[in-house]
Each structure stands twice: as structure tokens, then as C-alpha cells.
């Protein structure tokens, strides 16, 4: 467990390694998800002109890698 403090409000949240697998799972195909949502319809080269689309795909591939990296103790 670690603890969180977020504009004066304590919160005791569940490390990674402590959160069930399966909720690990939903959150990683949420942001896979996320990433097929946001580049649906999109060409390379509109996609790279974006630079929103560009920061909010490869946020979510960095939180995919984050979770699939630390969230699993076998």
C-alpha cells in the first residue's frame, strides 16, 4: 500500500503489484483501446501532423508498458 496526498486529501491506494491481475488486464485493454480510438480513419501522415493525437497514443502506450512491466508478480 502507499499513500497519496492530492490538494490536502489522503488516500491509501494499492501498489501496482498489489492490485488484482484481472483489473490490470481491463486497464491495459482500455488503453489499447484508447489508442485504436483515437488513430481510427487516420493516415500516417495525418496521424504524425497531430500532436495531440501523437502525446495521447503515446501516453497510453506508456501506461500500457508501465502496467505490463510492473503490475504483474508471478
Given amino acids: 500500500m502507499r499513500k497519496l496526498m492530492f490538494y490536502g486529501i489522503c488516500a491509501v491506494v494499492p ?3 498489489e492490485r488484482n491481475p484481472e ?3 481491463e486497464d491495459i485493454l482500455e488503453s489499447c483501446n484508447k489508442i485504436i480510438g483515437y488513430t481510427n480513419g487516420f493516415s500516417f501522415e ?8 501523437v502525446d495521447a497514443v503515446v501516453r497510453n502506450f506508456e501506461i500500457k508498458s508501465l502496467l505490463s512491466a510492473r503490475g504483474f508478480v508471478w
Avoid: N
Fill in 23 to 25: 483489473l490490470l488486464i
Fill in 15 to 17: 501498489s501496482m503489484s
Fill in 46 to 53: 495525418t496521424f504524425v501532423a497531430d500532436s495531440k493525437t
